[in-house]
């Protein structure tokens, strides 16, 4: 379980062509989270969350202001859970999960088993993925994850390529596997109410990436859709939402009153 | 409905059954050979100086069993091929070894790419025959000159394939890799190679036709022995038959190793495409393993 901390983080993308401006991805954004939690990342789409995990996996860097990701003294290992399975596609599963750990032989292989069989998919390691659906390509994708025992678990709108039904079935299955393993989640989605339904807390994210709101969720475990309290708190985070996306487009709407000639 | 349904049966019928047989993959090849035979010998009839079939196969019946025949030496058919087969080889090693640490190279780093991008693009529209003149010129009759010019064809088309392959590596699957903090080596091993395998295949086949048709024409100007000697022997001894029949043995001698070599490494090499499921089959496959997403 590691600490993530973001501390006045900015992002600037610069201009692609001469004479547009450069965009502003991430505004100033601090917030810390730490230990055996489950935080979500919400808000429209072009709000910076993608940005955001890629800073965090440091595939990308900060224009100014810190990510800093930490347990103890050693550096922090990340597992990644993306939109799309990205699994390889000339390997097996079995061979996909091996592709990740550190160790090899049987004790690799073994540890490799036990994730497979917490998504339910101990019998498909001989399988390419090509054989397997969506859904349990995706799977295969969170079991990868969790397999690599990261201090960090970054996931990026995992279950949006999904049809409802699997995706609804993969969130129950990913709750049971985070309370088992008890990790650091940052999760990114653009749908408030699977964040609700998975989350501690949610972060989110106003248009330009500035922090809008961090609200925490306090709902006993497990979550199931059909409970009526999380249907409660999807309906009025969703309300919060809805006056977010007012209050922008309020002052986009001043703003350009005040730009006309 | 009845009228339909009537149709249907007389189409199920006999000329149906013959119309199948003819438009199914080995019918249509059969069909298409046994019309090419048809053609040429009709060619044969009105033409004097070409040969029919039957004269041809009667020659490479007996070039390839008899021991001499009026003075002139023949049953050296194996003898011939055993003198290509070595300069073919080591010609397509080479040019595949070499190309591949080229292709490797000018896919990989964006300054060997434009250095050398254009260079091979000349290289490929080189043909073979400009090679088996200036290696004679160089390097005069002998193994050599075959050698080179097989290589000298061949190595472009494996070179570009693997540019292309080392360029078409998924970003996804590398930024995955980097994500996992997968090993240099096992990104090497088990995503850069397997990537490009495909167009190593590619680049394999075009080299195995191109270098081919490069050897005979190198064993033509430079050799003494060979499958392309022995043709150039029958046509300078004016004797269209000999000469009809050697580049038939080129043909068959292709064919037959991309059919039954070529194409059946690749689809081994290629079992994790070929694995894809049907819909109907994957669902089959979910409720096996009992994880339906309900």
């Given at each position: 379980m590691a ?7 900015n ?8 004479g547009s ?7 100033d954004?601090?917030?810390e989270l ?6 979500s990342?919400?808000?429209?789409s072009?709000?910076?969350?993608s940005t955001?995990l890629?800073?965090?996996s440091?595939?990308?860097a900060?224009?100014?202001?810190t990510?800093s990701?930490?347990?103890g003294d050693?550096?922090?290992r ?5 939109q799309?399975?990205r ?10 999960m091996l592709?990740?750990?550190?160790g ?7 540890h490799?088993?036990?994730y497979?069989g917490?998504?339910g998919?101990?019998?498909?390691g001989g399988?390419?993925?090509s054989?397997l659906?969506?859904g349990?390509?995706?799977?295969v ?5 969790f397999s ?18 699997t995706?609804?079935?993969l969130?129950?299955?990913l709750q049971e ?7 650091t989640?940052?999760f990114v ?6 964040a609700?339904q998975?989350?501690d807390r949610?972060?989110v994210?106003a248009?330009?990436?500035r ?15 059909s409970?009526t309290?999380v249907a409660?708190?999807q309906?009025?985070?969703?309300q919060?939402?809805e ?8 002052t986009?709407?001043?703003?350009e009153?005040s730009?006309?000639? | 409905?009845?009228?339909?349904l009537?149709?249907?049966?007389v ?6 059954a013959?119309?199948r ?5 080995i019918g249509a090849?059969?069909?298409s ?5 048809l ?7 009105y ?5 029919t079939?039957a004269?041809?196969?009667?020659f490479?019946w007996i ?11 023949r049953?050296q ?19 595949m ?8 190279v000018i896919?990989?780093s964006?300054v060997?790419?434009a250095l050398f991008k254009d ?7 080189l043909?073979a ?7 004679q010129m160089w390097l005069g009759?002998g193994d ?5 010019t ?5 190595f472009p ?6 540019v292309q ?6 970003r996804?699957l590398?930024?995955m890799?980097?994500?996992f903090?997968v ?7 088990y995503?850069?190679?397997?990537a ?7 680049g394999l ?5 191109i270098?081919w ?5 190198g064993e033509?100007?430079?050799a ?12 300078d001894?004016?004797?269209?038959k ?13 064919v ?9 490494l ?6 994790w495409?070929?694995a894809q ?10 409720v096996q ?5 309900a």
């Amino acid at each position: 379980m590691a600490t993530l901390r973001v501390d006045h983080l900015n992002k600037t993308f610069p201009a692609i062509e001469r004479g547009s401006e450069s965009t502003t991805a991430i505004d100033d954004l601090s917030f810390e989270l730490s230990g055996y939690v489950f935080v979500s990342v919400v808000g429209p789409s072009g709000c910076g969350k993608s940005t955001l995990l890629n800073i965090v996996s440091a595939i990308d860097a900060p224009t100014t202001g810190t990510v800093s990701v930490f347990e103890g003294d050693r550096p922090a290992r990340f597992g990644y859970v993306f939109q799309d399975p990205r699994l390889l596609p000339w390997r097996t599963v079995m061979q996909n999960m091996l592709y990740v750990q550190d160790g090899k032989g049987s004790d690799a292989h073994d540890h490799a088993l036990d994730y497979l069989g917490m998504v339910g998919l101990e019998d498909a390691g001989g399988k390419f993925p090509s054989q397997l659906s969506g859904g349990m390509q995706q799977r295969v994708g969170i079991a990868r994850a969790f397999s690599v025992e990261p201090d960090l678990l970054l996931m990026d709108e995992p279950f949006s390529h999904l049809d409802a039904i699997t995706a609804r079935s993969l969130r129950e299955q990913l709750q049971e596997i985070w309370v088992r393993t008890k990790k650091t989640v940052l999760f990114v989605t653009h749908d408030v109410m699977e964040a609700v339904q998975l989350s501690d807390r949610i972060i989110v994210l106003a248009q330009g990436g500035r922090l809008y709101a961090d609200i925490p969720i306090e709902l006993p475990r497990p979550r199931r859709a059909s409970d009526t309290a999380v249907a409660t708190a999807q309906a009025q985070i969703l309300q919060r939402f809805e006056a977010m996306q007012e209050e922008v487009e309020q002052t986009r709407g001043d703003a350009e009153v005040s730009a006309a000639p | 409905m009845s009228i339909a349904l009537e149709r249907r049966a007389v189409r199920g019928g006999a000329p149906g059954a013959i119309r199948r047989a003819v438009t199914s993959d080995i019918g249509a090849r059969i069909a298409s050979y046994l019309f090419l035979l048809l053609v040429w010998q009709l060619i044969a009839l009105y033409e004097d100086r070409f040969p029919t079939p039957a004269e041809v196969f009667g020659f490479l019946w007996i070039e390839v069993t008899a021991g001499s025949h009026g003075g002139v030496v023949r049953g050296q058919f194996l003898e011939h091929f055993a003198a290509t087969l070595p300069r073919f080889a080591l010609g397509i090693a080479i040019s595949m070894a070499l190309g591949m640490v080229t292709g490797v190279v000018i896919g990989a780093s964006k300054v060997a790419e434009a250095l050398f991008k254009d260079t091979l693009l000349v290289l490929l529209a080189l043909p073979a025959i400009i090679w088996a003149f200036l290696t004679q010129m160089w390097l005069g009759l002998g193994d050599d000159a075959v050698v080179i010019t097989t290589f000298l064809s061949a190595f472009p088309f494996a070179a570009v394939n693997v540019v292309q392959g080392v360029q078409a590596i998924p970003r996804d699957l590398r930024r995955m890799s980097s994500a996992f903090g997968v090993s240099t080596y096992r990104r090497f091993r088990y995503l850069q190679v397997p990537a490009v395998t495909g167009y190593v295949f590619a680049g394999l086949r075009f080299a195995v036709i191109i270098g081919w048709n490069a050897v005979l024409l190198g064993e033509w100007f430079s050799a003494s022995e060979g499958v392309g000697w022995r043709s150039r022997y029958w046509y300078d001894a004016n004797r269209y038959k000999g000469f009809v029949g050697w580049v038939l043995v080129f043909i068959l001698f292709i064919v037959l190793l991309d059919r039954l070599v070529l194409v059946r490494l690749q689809r081994r090499a290629f079992r994790w495409r070929d694995a894809q499921l049907s819909a109907i089959e994957r669902e089959a496959e979910e409720v096996q393993l009992g994880v339906t997403g309900a």
